[in-house]
């Protein structure tokens, strides 16, 4: 088989609640590592919405750890884990797996045992595949992007579009 592009993720979703607890139980994942930005909540928002507080609290419920891992500023990221009741970490530098490797072993949780879900090819799910896990790219929250992550962008539709385009992954449902 040929080996698999680094920014192709394993799964696709509309949105990271979309994906039931059952779907990750029946893989052997334990911990689910989100970005933050665009996928749990638009740039702008600086709350979680009742409806992701349901869901993290559904996953809790099954043994499903959930994790903010974000290439944010810790103010925003703390402060929107701590509204979540979930743990997090910030900075990470993504489309480096470095820093999440290293919060992994943190946290004693195995590359195997977790997933990534993040609306960006060229950093969530490069990141998160180059770190082993089992990657899901969502469906971007808004359009609307600062200034700053607009050059990531650029590279990030790029690899959508050949993602999409070619069929490279799989619906969550069609697994
Ligand atoms: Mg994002």
């Known amino acids: 088989m040929k ?21 990750y139980k029946a893989r052997g994942i334990r911990a689910v590592l989100s ?7 638009t740039y702008g928002e600086p709350f ?21 891992a974000s290439n944010n500023t810790g103010k925003r990221v703390t402060a929107f884990a ?7 970490c910030h900075a990470l ?12 072993k943190k ?13 960006q090819c060229a950093t969530d799910v490069k990141s998160g595949n180059g770190a082993g896990l089992f990657t899901i790219l969502v469906d971007h929250l808004s359009a ?14 790029h690899y959508r579009k050949i993602v999409l385009s070619k069929g490279l992954a799989p619906d969550w449902r069609n697994l």
């Open 3 to 23: 080996k698999k592009k680094k920014y192709v993720p394993d799964a696709l979703a509309g949105k990271v609640a979309d994906i039931p607890a059952s779907f």
């Open 35 to 41: 970005d933050l930005d665009n996928t749990l909540a």
């Open 48 to 68: 979680p919405s009742q409806g992701l507080k349901d869901y993290v609290r559904s996953l809790g419920e099954e043994g499903i750890a959930f994790y903010i």
């Open 82 to 88: 701590e509204a979540l009741g979930v743990e997090s």
């Open 93 to 104: 530098f993504k489309p480096s797996s470095f820093f999440l490797k290293r919060f992994l």
């Open 107 to 119: 946290k004693g949780l195995k590359p195997e045992e977790c997933a990534f879900v993040g609306d």
């Open 144 to 157: 609307h992007r600062p200034l700053l992550t607009k050059i990531n962008g650029i590279m990030d539709e």
